[in-house]
T-cell receptor
Framework: GDSVTQMEGPVTLSEEAFLTINCTYT??????LFWYVQYPGEGLQLLLK?????DKGSNKGFEATYRKETTSFHLEKGSVQVSDSAVYFC??????????FGKGTKLSVKP | ETGVTQSPTHLIKTRGQQVTLRCSSQ?????VSWYQQALGQGPQFIFQ???????GRGNFPPRFSGLQFPNYSSELNVNALELDDSALYLC?????????????FGPGTRLTVL
């Protein structure tokens, strides 16, 4: 069945460092792809999405490109801030209108 | 505009008991999806309701059941609770049942089964 694999955490970076969180997927067809973020004590929030191959989603300095040839949707940010500390989830749109999530990657950014 | 709300925030039950969790969808949204998030894991899809009908279901046993009401709020019921049911239960609402539609999540209900 459809699934998402994302890099294991935790990831610890210094402020202003470059961030990459890898995400690959297995799916039939061409699902939409998403990155969700869960800040401490808060609910899941959509960070960005892409609905077709070569689409780039972007928000708050984060970017991810839908790569069909490598079945990947890696999350990147050029300069992280302490406020980016959170758990990041890669997800794909399932056939039942559901979201299929990866296990999450915890990011800690140190000042 | 009111976001997705869930009640209660926390709940403690014992094995074998039954529990009902509630979710109010965002204004204008006719679809509610429920997810179970175990500690340290990603959310797992339980089921989805669209206009009061179950529209899809994940790999959960029948003791997980739900309802959606005419105002599109929803309930998740779990019978015969097991220890492994301890998790954060998330509700998400959207404007339609397609996965292309953004799902807006509530803060969750933390269920502990002793």
């Amino acid at each position: 069945g459809d699934s998402v694999t994302q890099m294991e955490g935790p990831v610890t970076l210094s402020e202003e460092a470059f961030l990459t969180i890898n995400c690959t997927y297995t799916a039939t067809g061409y699902p939409s792809l998403f990155w969700y973020v869960q800040y401490p004590g808060e609910g899941l929030q959509l960070l960005l999405k892409a609905t077709k191959a070569d689409d780039k989603g972007s928000n708050k300095g984060f970017e991810a490109t839908y790569r069909k040839e490598t079945t990947s949707f890696h999350l990147e940010k050029g300069s992280v801030q302490v406020s980016d500390s959170a758990v990041y989830f890669c997800a794909l749109g399932g056939s039942q209108g559901n979201l299929i999530f990866g296990k999450g990657t915890k990011l800690s950014v140190k000042p | 505009e009111t976001g997705v709300t869930q009640s209660p925030t926390h709940l403690i039950k014992t094995r074998g008991q039954q529990v009902t969790l509630r979710c109010s969808s965002q204004s204008g949204h006719n679809t509610v999806s429920w997810y179970q998030q175990a500690l340290g894991q990603g959310p797992q899809f339980i089921f989805q309701y669209y206009r009061e009908e179950e529209n899809g279901r994940g790999n959960f046993p029948p003791r997980f059941s739900g309802l959606q009401f005419p105002n599109y709020s929803s309930e998740l019921n779990v019978n015969a609770l097991e220890l492994d049911d301890s998790a954060l239960y998330l509700c998400a609402s959207s404007e339609g049942f397609s996965s292309y539609n953004e799902q807006f999540f509530g803060p969750g209900t933390r269920l502990t089964v002793l």
